[in-house]
Structure formats: C-alpha cells, structure tokens
C-alpha cells in the first residue's frame, strides 16, 4: 500500500496555489484564464497558467498517451497522470510557489479520484494516495468547483463547437458523468475549507464574477486590492 505523507498546509511557499475542477464542457479552461488574470491584476503577482494533465512536454506526452491512444489498464493510467503530476508540481509548480507566484491549474489531483473513482475499478482513496504521495502532499489553497448538471453542459459545449460535445457525452456515458459530478460535490463537502462550488450554468461573466467573489474571500484579500481589479470581467 501506498502511504501519502501528512496532509500539509496547502502551500509550503509564498505563492498562490488556486485548482480548477469539474465535469466536462462546464467552462473551467476559461475561469481559470480569467482568475489567473485578474488576481495579477489584484495582487501584483506573477501568475502562471498550467492544466493536467499536459502542464509540460513530459505531460503533454502522457496527455497524448491517456486520451488519444489504445485502452489503458486503469492501474497504469493512475500511475501515468501520478507521474506527470509530479513532474508538473516538482518542475513548474511547486518552483512557481516558492517564488511567490499565483498557480492557477486547470485540473489538479482531485479530477484524478474524481473520474478513476467513477470509474468503480479503482477505490478513491487508492487514487488519492498515489497522488498524494506524488505531490509531497501539495494541495490548493483553494479549489473552485465549477458545478453543473452534465447534461446542460455538453449541450451547452455543443451550441459553441457543434454536435461533437453531446457524442463526447454519449461515449462516456451520462451515468458516468453524473457520478464524475457527485463524486466532485462529495469531495468538496469533505473538505469545505478548500474548497467553492460556483453554479457553472451562468454566462461567463456572471460566474466569473462569483469566482472572484468567493476566491478574493477564502484568499482574504483586502476591499484596496479587489477594489484594483474592477471592471470588465472579460
């Protein structure tokens, strides 16, 4: 058995380590991209956007391997993203915190126990401990749960890239996803100093606006910063 070391204070640096999770076509990629952008503009910090998997070549290797190529065993492809998470923390992130910088990840370890776990072949907390032990126990300040019915969310992904989105949903099945979404919601009621649920059904504006609303509180930053960064949200 795999044992994880102690679960840590979030981040051992001066940085800003801020996670992006949920189910597919719920928009995070962008959230994220906003976020990063805007608590720059807040805190003055450098900010460094990275996803998994695929957050460096190595990971963009492994990403290739997982998603594009034959049916991988489901043991081998945890210990595959448990590699590029900790070539990704050990290479990018966890540098990136310890110079003060704000991490904004699209994706994190918890997309890992979240869809293996759904998966009903592997136990989560097996997944979580591989992870766990990968990372030297680096989690999120925060982690922002974008929430939305899995359904609404591809059609919604299909109104902007076409039919493509809803046979994404089919292939995987809507089952799947659904347990994907409660699997994520169970892991945020476990640990609610972590994380936010943010309702994902809004426009981008709208549910950027709230992200910024419950990050700038969990991050604690004062009225004079938030205050810098008003405006348009996009």
Avoid: C
């Amino acid at each position: 058995m795999v044992v994880p070391p102690d679960r840590v204070a979030p981040v051992d640096g001066p940085g800003i380590f801020i996670s992006f999770e949920g189910g597919d076509g719920v928009g995070k990629s962008t959230q994220a991209r906003l976020l990063g952008a805007w608590l720059g503009e807040v805190t003055g910090r450098d900010v460094v956007q990275t996803r998994e998997p695929g957050g460096t070549p190595l990971g963009q290797v492994l990403r290739d391997a997982v998603l594009h190529g034959d049916h991988v065993d489901p043991r081998a492809e945890a210990l595959m993203y448990a590699a590029d998470r900790a070539h990704h923390v050990a290479t990018l992130v966890r540098p990136a915190l310890e110079r003060g910088a704000v991490v904004v990840t699209d994706r994190y370890l918890d997309s890992s126990v979240a869809y293996q776990g759904a998966g009903r072949e592997l136990a989560p907390d097996e997944v979580e401990r591989i992870s766990l032990w990968a990372t030297r126990g680096l989690l999120p300040d925060v982690t922002v749960l974008l929430d939305a019915d899995p359904v609404l969310a591809a059609e919604r992904r299909a109104s902007v890239e076409g039919k493509g989105a809803l046979d994404r949903l089919e292939s995987v099945g809507a089952e799947f996803a659904t347990r994907v979404r409660e699997a994520f919601l169970d892991r945020a009621t476990a640990e609610p100093d972590r994380w936010v649920v943010v309702d994902a059904t809004g426009t981008v504006d709208d549910v950027q606006s709230q992200v910024r609303v419950d990050v700038a509180a969990r991050l604690g930053l004062g009225a004079d910063q938030v205050a810098r960064g008003r405006g348009n949200v996009s």
